[in-house]
């Protein structure tokens, strides 16, 4: 499903010039569930957002479901994401003035669903993540592990094939951490492929495989069994 | 989409309460004027449109050279339609003379003195649109014994009855038959009347030479062209025309004019001290419409200025947006739709604010505007003042917040740049450059018009009143009201004259002893001895006119420094010279005196050569009262009056109000000026508040650090009040120069007029600065006293 060769990101200012990706190259399988894991200013969070098309390389090589899509201009890289990526963030990220029904409509807005199919599927994906009964609240009414569950609610409302969760535990206690990893574990066991990044070994733990990074590049590669 | 997009703008503008009022307080305050404005400019420029025929229509005027400057003078003879017609067959349909008059008209015991009688051709409704609900327009006018009156005239004459038929008596001694009733006339027509009566019963009362003479100023004349025909050809004719019927009296009077025809739309923004019909000002049209817009600009930039400041607020919800796919189009087009949410709901607040200051709107206006609610013109307008002002106000803001970076703006990384901060700097610069250019102009115009109202004339206006000869019984016993009005003890003296200081005064041409082969083009007082008493004129050469010299009435003329400048001479040698004015005296007249310069017109024209000669063309007469109690003396005259005039009712007005009156549109600009100039500074400052607050929010935890550092609350003041302020100073400098020359232009248009000086520009913005610095020093104070340890817990 993604395939990345040789790629390159370099952050500069006047006076400094970060490289954040050193000739990354990596490869996610199709239905993978992958944990990428090293200390602050690796590079995780650049590789997140390159793979998220929210960010474009320097340099080398990123092609998703088999097209290279390196060079895609603003565009179409958000017409590809709103169709294939689901996000979940560590500090949920959820719009304060829309209640939760409306936060998870918001991608099928987006991706031009019609009224009357929107509303059947965000009530069927609230269901799942059994937050039903709290559909007309807004985020500031919920826990943290419930907000996160509408974040994940949001994520997969549109069916993506890649979900990136950037910390998704990172601001919850650990009964609620638990509780969204075995969402995500359940998500991937249906087919849907997430690519995770984290500081908590516990969480990692969950993925198939660990992808340890250091400097920009990947140093270590952990198949859990 | 569009109903997520507007609940979300509904939340976000209760959750932002304060911005959202300023914005929308601001935003409002803008339309209402603009809404005013539009309904006054679209009455103003609506002006006799309705007429059906309107595009043919023209009006006869003569042009010439008067005093130096050139005049157009709308009063032609009598003469004048019948030799039109006569002469230039194959281009015009035809004529209609209008004559405006004042009668008595009566229903039996019942009498009122109309001032709004029209008398005019047979072809008056057909060639004007006036529509008659009774009476046929071919024929209403046919007799000379009949009278066609407006609804709201027959409801004052025969209540509900059927006014067709009935018998009016006209001046007492003529009995006129209604034969038709028409609409009342429209606010928007410059003719402006009660009722119309056939020209044709002027007959029995004119001498026939009335009808035949060209050099007189009667009435007007209007003509309808066949169609094609093209009134610049046609006016080049008018020569041959004027030097046919007049060539031999102009030849006599050395003075010439010519004959042009002003298209009927035209007539209403014409201004010309000799004409009389309803006038606009266009000057003041356009004063209105650039000031409605500035606020309106004024208004829009609070909207900028808050959305930008507040973009870094909405930065998470806007890289939310683009994740979960949102393109900037999307984005762009949910921001404008938010700034025209914003301006709709401003515009309801205004049609409300509207509705309730129209009253005083008219009021400042003088004259009622039609209503708006039937006018579809005004709701187009309307939809096109919210897309404007929603385009206008939120194209910069979309365009900023929707080109935000998805990642910076999630991480709360996202800075905006120097660049924003400089873009709302100067358009606070923009706003107060406006107030305090408003208000340069508010302070020159005030002083103007204290200059004008407390300079010294030259004459003694106070306690004068004014009674019209506007009706034969009072003109005819003119003398005898005057005596009688002597022997009324606070009467300290009366003056029979053709014209008071500020109002209408003749120009004739006379021959003088100083060139016998020149013609002089002098102002004319018909008056009687006691003119020069009676204004308190003062001699500076020579005597006044007095009774003891027996051949003063027909021999004695006074003139004033202006007039002996103009014919060589200083004040003392002019006595004892002769002028003759070749119209209206046989005899030459010796100069008996000069008169110091005194305002006989309003201080916007120079006082030019005037000649005071005693003579029997007496339009009014001045009684001087010694002050008592005033009620009583008017009680006096008013008996004296019915004596003289028993069918008239007793009409009178005063001499310094009359001359006040002169400067009514200085007045109203005055007004005008200081209103949208307080409405301007309080919505720039409305902006400035906003932003304000906003620094105030945004910096709380630099104060609370500052503070734990030891900085005082003086300190913390200035540094927040520093920064907003510089802005407002450098627009008010750069006011001066545009005021300047502004108002320098506006001081043109007086004769004699106020010098500049450098206070009136300190004033305008010591008043900017003052507002700005309470406005942003409340916030900065509440900032810089709040409790450290507060807003350091916060963070």
């Not at chain 1, 719009?95 to 009357?116: A, C, H, M, Q, R």
């Not at chain 2, 800075?415 to 358009?427: E, P, T, Y």
Request: proline content about 4%; charged content about 20%; hydrophobic content about 45%.
């Amino acid at each position: 499903m993604i395939k990345i060769t040789n790629l390159e990101k370099i952050y500069r200012t006047e006076e400094v010039e970060t490289v954040a990706l050193n000739k990354l190259s990596l490869e996610v399988k199709e239905g993978e569930f992958v944990a990428v894991m090293g200390p602050s200013g690796c590079g995780k969070s650049t590789l997140l957002n390159i793979l998220g098309l929210l960010d474009d390389p320097d340099a080398g090589s990123f092609v998703f479901n088999g097209i290279e899509v390196a060079k895609f201009n603003e565009r179409k890289r958000a017409d590809l994401r709103k169709h294939n990526i689901g996000f979940v963030f560590q500090s949920f990220n959820l719009i304060d003035e829309l209640t939760v029904f409306e936060n998870v409509e918001l991608p099928l807005i987006y991706t031009g669903v019609k009224s009357s199919d929107r509303k059947k599927r965000v009530e069927e994906v609230l269901d799942k993540v059994q937050i039903m009964h709290r559909r007309n609240h807004y985020p500031q009414q919920l826990s943290g592990g419930q907000q996160q569950r509408v974040a994940v609610a949001r994520a997969v409302v549109n069916n993506p094939k890649l979900i990136l969760a950037d910390e998704p535990t990172g601001n919850l206690d650990s009964s609620n951490g638990n509780e969204v990893m075995q969402m995500l574990t359940d998500l991937n066991e249906q087919g849907t492929t997430i690519v995770m990044v984290t500081h908590s070994e516990h969480d990692s733990r969950y993925s198939h495989r660990i992808i340890r990074m250091l400097d920009g590049q990947t140093v270590l590669e952990n198949i859990m069994v | 989409m569009i109903k997520n997009y507007l609940s979300l703008a509904i939340k976000n503008f209760r959750k932002q309460k304060l911005f959202s009022l300023i914005n929308i307080l601001g935003l409002s305050i803008g339309i209402t004027c603009c809404l005013m404005l539009f309904l006054f400019i679209q009455n103003e420029f609506s002006y006799d449109h309705f007429h059906k025929n309107g595009k043919n229509i023209y009006r006869i005027m003569r042009v010439g050279e008067l005093n130096g400057e050139q005049h157009e003078i709308p009063y032609v003879s009598v003469a004048y339609a019948p030799a039109l017609i006569n002469d230039f067959p194959d281009a015009i349909e035809s004529a209609v003379r209008v004559m405006k008059d004042n009668n008595l008209i009566s229903n039996n015991n019942i009498s009122f003195n109309e001032r709004n009688v029209f008398l005019a051709d047979a072809d008056f409704f057909n060639v004007f649109s006036f529509p008659l609900i009774k009476g046929d327009a071919a024929s209403v006018l046919k007799d000379p014994n009949s009278i066609v009156l407006t609804e709201s005239s027959a409801k004052k004459y025969f209540g509900t009855v059927d006014p067709m038929g009935k018998i009016l008596q006209f001046n007492k001694n003529q009995a006129l038959k209604v034969t038709g009733v028409c609409k009342d006339v429209p606010v928007n027509s410059h003719l402006q009347f009660d009722m119309v009566i056939p020209l044709e019963i002027l007959r029995t009362t004119q001498p026939p030479e009335w009808f035949t003479n060209f050099p007189n100023n009667s009435l007007f004349t209007y003509i309808e062209l066949k169609k094609g025909i093209d009134p610049k050809q046609l006016e080049k004719r008018f020569a041959g025309f004027m030097d046919k019927y007049l060539g031999k009296y102009y030849a006599e009077s050395g003075h010439k004019m010519g004959l042009i025809a002003k298209p009927l739309n035209k007539i209403y923004f014409s201004s010309d001290q000799f004409d009389s019909v309803k006038h606009g000002n266009l000057k003041m049209v356009y004063i209105f419409m650039s000031i409605a817009v500035l606020i309106l600009i004024i208004a829009c930039i609070n909207f900028v200025n808050l959305a930008t400041a507040r973009a870094s607020d909405r930065s998470k919800e806007v890289g939310l947006r683009k994740v979960l796919g949102a393109v900037k189009k999307q984005l762009f087009g949910q921001f404008i739709l938010e700034s025209v949410l914003f301006a709709t709901i401003a515009c309801l607040i205004s049609v409300g604010l509207l509705q309730l200051l129209m009253p005083a709107y008219n009021e400042v206006l003088g004259y009622k505007l039609p209503s708006f609610w039937t006018n579809p013109w005004f709701y187009g307008f309307m939809i096109g003042i919210i897309a404007v002002v929603g385009l206008l106000a939120g194209s910069y803001p979309a365009l900023l917040l929707s080109s935000f970076s998805p990642i910076e703006s999630l991480k709360g990384k996202l800075k905006i740049g120097n660049s924003g901060a400089f873009f709302r700097k100067a358009l606070v610069v923009f706003q107060f450059g406006v107030s305090v250019l408003l208000i340069i102009g508010v302070v020159v115009v005030i002083n103007q018009m204290k200059y004008v109202k407390n300079s010294d004339l030259g004459f003694n206006k106070e306690q004068s009143m004014i009674v019209r000869f506007d009706n034969r019984d009072i003109f005819n016993k003119g003398k005898q009201f005057k005596n009688e009005l002597l022997t009324i003890p606070s009467v300290q003296s009366v003056s029979l004259m053709s014209g008071e200081p500020g109002g209408f005064h003749d120009s004739y041409s006379f021959e003088a002893e100083a060139n016998p082969a020149e013609k002089f083009l002098l102002n004319t007082e018909f008056a009687d001895l006691s003119f020069v008493k009676t204004l308190g004129l003062k001699i500076i050469a020579g005597r006044d006119l007095s009774e003891s010299y027996g051949t003063d009435s027909l021999q004695a003329v006074l003139i004033n420094r202006t007039a002996a400048t103009k014919l060589g001479y200083t004040p003392e040698q002019a006595i004892g010279k002769w002028i003759k004015n070749i119209s209206r005296d046989s005899v030459k007249r010796t100069i008996v005196g000069v008169v110091e310069d005194y305002h006989y017109v309003s201080l916007k024209t120079p006082i030019g050569p005037l000649v005071i000669s005693p003579g029997s063309d007496n339009r009014l007469a001045l009684i001087k009262l010694k002050s008592t109690n005033l009620k009583t003396v008017v009680e006096n005259i008013k008996k004296v009056y019915a004596d003289a005039a028993p069918a008239y009712p007793f009409e009178y007005s005063f001499l310094d109000e009359r001359f006040d009156l002169l400067y009514r549109a200085e007045a109203r600009q005055e007004s005008v000026l200081s209103i949208f100039s307080i409405i301007a500074i309080f919505v720039a400052c409305l902006g400035l508040f906003g932003l304000a607050s906003y620094t105030a929010i945004k910096r709380t935890k630099e104060v609370g650090v500052r503070k734990v550092l030891g900085s005082s609350v003086q300190n913390i003041v200035l540094l927040l009040s520093k920064d907003l302020l510089k802005p407002v100073l450098l627009g008010a400098l750069i006011a001066i120069p545009v005021g300047y020359y502004a108002m320098n232009k506006w001081l043109q248009s007086f004769a004699y007029r106020i010098e500049f000086h450098w206070w009136m520009f300190a004033l305008a913005i010591g008043i900017a600065i003052t507002i700005a610095l309470l406005t942003v020093g409340i916030q900065a104070i509440k900032a810089a006293m709040a409790n450290p340890v507060k807003s350091l817990r916060t963070e």
